[in-house]
């Protein structure tokens, strides 16, 4: 099968290469793939050098089961499923990829295969964040920082969903995008400082960016929590130094480990069915595209989600 295969002797890490097809074992499901998205995990892992076994990078994955191993009840040949396999081994970069069932959901007839691979990480990584660590409640003020990309642009929705005031922080070049998801306030970084002169949030989700744990803790209300998702490595290491101590007294700072959930990705694509948010395709890349696709997001300042298109001749 055709597959994007990490070479770190490569300029670009990624080469097309033909590789043996999977053969799911008697738990695992064999998926035919339709379309698979990038997120800051597949690049982030490749500089940090944590490379999957069969050296394939791609973990949110749509397509249609293509076989089944003798213990799968959940699912059967055709039926149209998506999921993040990135606790799995990935191999998404590629036409057929095996994963257990648990890591999977059925695609609603609606849903596009290039929206349901849009969803799985980002979406959960957003959900988990607001409701798990965050406890939203509707009537809450909420600050999203670093709102532009996969992950932020799911958040502004969700945290919209959840009957709160979004306050959400981005690029130029994301503030009418941003705007048209239902923030209610959005904050250009290259124009203005979000943390003088705005109000109190009950809870701040830092999705991107890379200032310091007192800087956020400025526009923290006095209970409010901050759940901090991603962005530069300073900020990452210093919540897991110092986020105690931010948390001493009523305020409180977390970091999020996403999960994968089969449970999240129904609640999920069921929202994106009833139309209540919608994934963002900022651009669709050919598979044999895809160090170009990886090369792009990597720069940090994609508007939503890249997707690949699988083609199978
Ligand atoms: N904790 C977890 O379990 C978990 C799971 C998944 C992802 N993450 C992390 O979450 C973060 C976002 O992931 P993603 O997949 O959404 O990435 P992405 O799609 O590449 O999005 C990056 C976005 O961040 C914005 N950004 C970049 N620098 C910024 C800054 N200084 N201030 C504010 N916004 C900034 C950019 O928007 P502008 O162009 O508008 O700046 C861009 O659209 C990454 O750090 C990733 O590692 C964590």
């Known amino acids: 099968m055709k597959a994007v295969v990490f070479d770190k002797k490569l300029p670009e890490h990624l080469a097309n290469r033909e590789v043996e097809k999977p053969v799911p074992n008697a738990d695992e499901v064999l998926v035919k793939v ?22 394939i990078f791609g973990s949110d994955i749509a397509g249609r089961v293509e076989a089944v191993g003798k213990n799968i009840q959940k699912f059967k040949v055709g039926d149209e499923v998506f999921g993040d396999l990135s606790s799995y081994g990935f191999g998404g970069f590629a036409e057929y990829v095996t994963a257990p069932e648990n890591l999977l959901a059925l695609k609603p007839a609606g849903v596009s295969f290039t929206e349901a691979a849009a969803v799985p990480m980002a979406a959960l990584t957003a959900l988990q964040g607001l409701r798990n660590l965050g406890k939203i409640k509707p009537g809450q003020k ?19 969903y959840f009957g709160t005031e979004v306050t959400a922080v981005c690029g130029p070049h994301n503030v009418d995008l941003i705007r048209s998801l239902g923030a209610d306030y ?37 209970k409010g929590k901050l759940v901090m ?7 990452i290491f210093n919540i897991m130094l110092f986020g105690w101590l931010h948390s001493l007294g009523g305020k409180k700072m977390r970091l999020l480990a996403a999960k994968a959930s089969g449970e999240d990705l129904e609640f999920i694509i069921q929202l994106v069915e009833e139309g209540k948010i919608k994934p963002i395709i900022n651009k669709t890349f050919p598979l044999d595209k895809t160090a170009e696709a990886v090369q792009y997001i990597s720069q940090g300042h994609a508007r939503g989600k890249i997707v690949i298109n699988v083609p199978h001749v």
Request: aromatic share 8%; no cysteine.
């Open 34 to 55: 339709v379309t698979v998205s990038i997120n800051a995990a597949d690049y982030r892992s490749m500089r940090m050098g944590s490379i999957p076994k069969r050296k």
């Open 229 to 235: 998702l991603g962005g530069g490595l300073s900020q």
């Open 142 to 160: 909420v600050l999203i920082h670093g709102a532009g990309g996969g992950v932020g642009t799911f958040a502004v929705q969700l945290a919209k």
């Open 186 to 222: 959005v904050i250009d970084y290259s124009k203005e400082d979000f943390s003088i002169g705005g109000p109190l949030y009950d809870l701040v989700l830092v999705v991107n960016g890379n200032n310091s744990l007192s800087t956020y803790r400025r526009v923290m209300a006095p």
